[in-house]
Antibody
Framework: EVQLVESGGGLVEPGGSLRLSCAAS????????MNWVRQAPGKGLEWVGR??????????DYAAPVKGRSTISRDDSTTTLFLQVDSLRIEDTAVYYC????????????WGQGTLVTVSS | QSVLTQPPSASGTPGQRVTISCSGS????????VFWYQQLPGTAPKVLIY???QRPSGVPDRFSGSKSGTSASLAISGLGSEDEADYYC???????????FGAGTKVTVL
C-alpha cells in the first residue's frame, strides 16, 4: 500500500529548529516530486514547499512565510523526505503533512497522517 | 490572506445542491489547473477534483468541478450528512512560484 508517514513533531521553543521526516513506501520515491503542507490549529491548508525528483533537477521551492529559514531535502536511498525549519516562530505551530501527486495530474492524492509541531515557550 | 477567495461557509438541506466558488487571478486559476480537496474533521485532506473537472477513482459523481477564466467552482449534488467537511480549492501560482490554497469553505448539512 502506498504510504507516507511523518515523524519528528513536538514542542519547540521560539527561535529553535525542527527537522521532520516523511517515510515513503510502495511507490517509486525517486521519481516523485514531494511536498510539505501545514495546517495551523483551526486554520486552513498552507503549502510549505516542495522538492523535485533528482531526474527533474532536484530543485526546491518554498512558500514566502518559510523561505530563507527552511530546507526541504530527500534521501532516495531510504525513501525519506525531510523538512528543516530554523528560527521557529509561534505562527509555525501547525500539523505538518507530506503530500505528493502520484496518480492524478498535479493533485496531492497521497497524504501522510500529519505530525504536530507546537512552537511555544 | 489567500490569493484564492472562497466563501467561509455554505449550507444546504439533505438532497440539495451546494456550490462553492473559488476566485483567483490570471497568474493562478487563469493559467493553471484547479484542484479541490475535502477535509473531514481530524483527517488529512482528500482530493475530490483534479485538472478542473476530473474526478479520481472512487469519488462519487455527486461532486463536479468547473472553471471559467479566473474562477472555479465545486458543486455537490444530493447533499448528505457525510458531506459535512471543509473544502479547499488549490492551484499553482506563477507569480508566487508556489502552490496556493483557498482559505476553505465549511459545508454544513442543515
Amino acid at each position: 500500500e502506498v504510504q507516507l508517514v511523518e515523524s519528528g513533531g513536538g514542542l519547540v521553543e521560539p527561535g529553535g529548529s525542527l527537522r521532520l521526516s516523511c517515510a515513503a513506501s510502495d511507490f517509486t520515491f525517486s521519481k516523485a516530486w514531494m511536498n510539505w503542507v501545514r495546517q495551523a490549529p483551526g486554520k486552513g491548508l498552507e503549502w510549505v514547499g516542495r522538492v523535485k525528483s533528482k531526474s527533474d533537477g532536484g530543485a526546491t521551492d518554498y512558500a514566502a512565510p518559510v523561505k530563507g529559514r527552511s530546507t526541504i531535502s530527500r534521501d532516495d536511498s531510504t525513501t525519506t523526505l525531510f523538512l528543516q525549519v530554523d528560527s521557529l516562530r509561534i505562527e509555525d505551530t501547525a500539523v505538518y503533512y507530506c503530500a505528493m501527486d502520484l496518480y492524478y495530474g498535479g493533485a496531492f492524492d497521497i497524504w501522510g497522517q500529519g505530525t504536530l509541531v507546537t512552537v511555544s515557550s | 490572506q489567500s490569493v484564492l477567495t472562497q466563501p467561509p461557509s455554505a449550507s444546504g438541506t439533505p438532497g440539495q445542491r451546494v456550490t462553492i466558488s473559488c476566485s483567483g487571478s490570471s497568474s493562478n486559476i487563469g493559467s493553471n489547473s484547479v484542484f479541490w480537496y475535502q477535509q473531514l474533521p481530524g483527517t488529512a485532506p482528500k482530493v475530490l477534483i483534479y485538472k478542473n473537472n476530473q474526478r479520481p477513482s472512487g469519488v462519487p459523481d455527486r461532486f463536479s468541478g468547473s472553471k471559467s477564466g479566473t474562477s472555479a467552482s465545486l458543486a455537490i449534488s444530493g447533499l448528505g450528512s457525510e458531506d459535512e467537511a471543509d473544502y479547499y480549492c488549490a492551484t499553482w501560482d506563477d507569480n508566487l512560484s508556489g502552490y496556493v490554497f483557498g482559505a476553505g469553505t465549511k459545508v454544513t448539512v442543515l
